[in-house]
């Protein structure tokens, strides 16, 4: 059967992301001393040469790997591993310093909090968040009953029409998933998104989550929850100061990575 | 360091009947990542488009240009009582401040008569004003929304062009005040208040181009938001917002004159209070102007958007 399964699944094996030794490398202006004095800046300026004064975060070093459509790739490491980094290189968004990435078209970061505005209602942040992420007036129209429903916003009162800074912080995180969630997305990154709002929140979420790895061609899941990776992904990367430690099937990274923390 | 530990992959069916991770020996096996990569049709990601792509792909986005420049002009006063109210009040009140110092005290009007200065000195700083803070939130379009640009996938241009479009959106509530003030001083609607709408397509252009460049340079050096504003009032008072250069430089040599009247600010300037003011006359300005107008039009936002685009891949890194 699972012999049958795999046969089966090799011939439409297609690469959906392929990172070639990737490193990224975070530039951080006048850090060096560790002190922001005045003649230490200047002392930068004078000196010139390349890129005195400036401190690198060598970030993510040298990862590769490829994945397949029809993946959920899990990325677990502790906190400032490059998990969140090495999203961001597969989505572009981030240049890399060496190394390639390649992808099947535009990978896109579940996450629209940044074009979102707090004095505005929720009303007009779903369709500035839709346009945002790239979708027309027309789908957003057409979807904009469904985002609405499905964050619950509305379940007590008209909180729709209220500027997003009146809502409770639980209230804004489900908005910023179910506006984030509502489009289809070839490569889908989610970072930590899973987290937001209450219980009931949390299981739609997973489900639309679900939904979307159906749609989508391959679906990157950073988490902290060992629970929710072993939920929802079946091939997990483990990264460690920016090296990939692991690579392979949930249960048995999983199992590595809770040895190494400890649990 | 770490041991790194490759597992081997097998083939399984978890729980929930997909199946995982799966790595028969295929026919990619012992390809390089780019042979790979090259076979199935995969692209770098995150590589800057061509220009025609780049354009095709800021037209695409539009909407959200607009909407994001239109929600920046909401937000501004949305926690103010009077709310949007104050997108009129703002300009008014900067009027009768200028009003105050230059027309009252200063008396810089040096030869014009009250009904012509007033308008005169209202356009001047409306129109400066527009330019001056296209560049201001140019200077921060990508350094003050890293996040943006770290999470979201559009072209980055779609920034400086939504931060311009705001002040332009911001213009038009300023005119109203100015037609306000220019009737109040007997400058009466005409056929030649139409020429407004070419004089303010050039100069958003011109913002547009000028707000691209300093986004790059500030993207890179965000200490420029902080040298800005002198830079920008330097140029505010050699632009001529509260006299008259030729009346000003009367006696010097005609060069200057020409050089003061064909920085873009004031082309746009004595274009807009041509436009408005019945006592200001063609004999106010600079030959050639509608050619300078332009000139500085296509050269600011050709040579910006070029210039934007070509670091487009750098955004958002640092």
Not at chain 2, 61 to 75: E, G, I
Not at chain 2, 150 to 170: E, G, I, K
Not at chain 2, 181 to 210: D, E, K, R
Not at chain 2, 222 to 242: E, H, I, K, N
Request: aromatic share 10%; net charge positive.
């Amino acid at each position: 059967m699972a012999e049958q399964n795999a046969g089966e699944h090799t011939r439409d094996r297609r690469p959906t992301v392929i990172a070639d030794d990737l490193h990224i490398v975070y530039r951080v202006n006048g850090a060096k001393t560790g002190k922001g004095s005045a003649t230490a800046a200047l002392s930068r300026i004078l000196k010139r040469g390349e890129e005195r004064g400036v401190r690198k975060v060598h970030a993510v070093r040298g990862v590769s790997f490829v994945a397949y459509r029809g993946e959920a790739i899990g990325l677990i490491g502790s906190n400032g591993s490059g998990k969140s980094t090495l999203l961001r290189a597969i989505a572009g968004l981030l240049p890399a310093e060496k190394g390639k990435v390649f992808t099947d078209g535009q990978p896109s970061l579940l996450g629209v909090n940044a074009a979102l505005m707090n004095d505005l209602t929720g009303e007009r942040n779903v369709i500035l968040g839709g346009l945002a992420m790239g979708m027309s007036r027309e789908q957003i129209k057409e979807r904009y009953q469904g985002i609405v429903d499905f964050s619950g916003i509305n379940e007590k009162g008209d909180f729709i029409t209220l500027p997003m800074r009146t809502y409770s912080s639980g209230m804004a995180a489900r908005l910023r998933f179910s506006i984030a969630a509502a489009k289809d997305h070839d490569v889908l990154m989610i970072d930590e998104a899973l987290a937001t709002g209450d219980r009931k929140f949390q299981k739609r979420s997973e489900e639309r989550i679900r939904e979307l790895r159906k749609e989508a061609g391959t679906v990157f899941l950073v988490s902290h929850n060992n629970k929710s990776i072993r939920d929802t992904c079946d091939r997990v990367l483990w990264l460690e100061r920016g090296e990939l430690r692991m690579d392979g099937p949930t249960d048995e990274v999983l199992k590595e990575y809770e040895k190494f923390t400890g649990k | 360091m770490y041991p790194k530990t490759k597992v081997s992959p097998v083939s399984e069916t978890t729980h929930d009947g997909t199946v995982a991770v799966t790595a028969a020996p295929a026919p990619d096996e012992g390809l390089t990542p780019a042979e790979l990569a090259a076979r199935y049709g995969l692209s770098v990601s995150g590589a800057r488009p061509s220009l025609g792509e780049y354009v095709r792909q800021l037209w695409s986005r539009r909407h959200f240009v607009l909407a994001f420049s239109q929600a920046k002009l909401t937000a501004q006063y949305s926690q103010a009582k009077l709310g949007q109210l104050w997108q009129v009040a703002t300009p008014l009140l900067n009027a009768a401040v200028y009003y105050f110092i230059f027309g009252l005290i200063l008396k810089a009007s040096r030869g014009m008569s009250h009904d012509v200065y007033i308008p005169f000195l209202v356009t001047g700083v409306f129109v400066f004003t527009f330019t001056q803070s296209s560049v201001m939130s140019g200077v921060r379009a990508i350094s003050g929304n890293l996040g943006l640009v770290r999470a979201l996938h559009f072209p980055r241009a779609a920034l400086p062009v939504s931060f311009s479009l705001q002040q332009l959106q911001q213009l038009l509530f300023s005119m109203i005040v100015l037609f306000v003030v220019a009737i109040g001083f007997g400058s009466y609607p005409g056929v030649s208040w139409l020429l407004i709408v070419p004089v303010l397509a050039l100069q958003f252009l011109f913002n547009t181009g000028l707000a691209m460049i300093v986004a790059r340079l500030g993207a890179k050096t965000p200490d420029l938001a902080q040298l800005m504003p002198f830079l920008l009032r330097t140029w505010m008072y050699a632009s001529g917002v509260m006299f008259s250069i030729s009346t000003m430089l009367q006696g010097r040599p005609e060069w200057i004159t020409r050089v003061l009247q064909f920085n873009p600010a004031a082309v746009y300037m004595d274009l807009m209070r041509f436009a408005l003011i019945d006592g200001y006359g063609s004999s106010n300005l600079p030959p050639h102007v509608w050619a300078v107008a332009l000139f500085w039009a296509v050269a600011a936002f050709a040579g910006g958007f070029v210039y934007f685009w070509k670091a487009e891949e750098r955004y958002g890194r640092g």
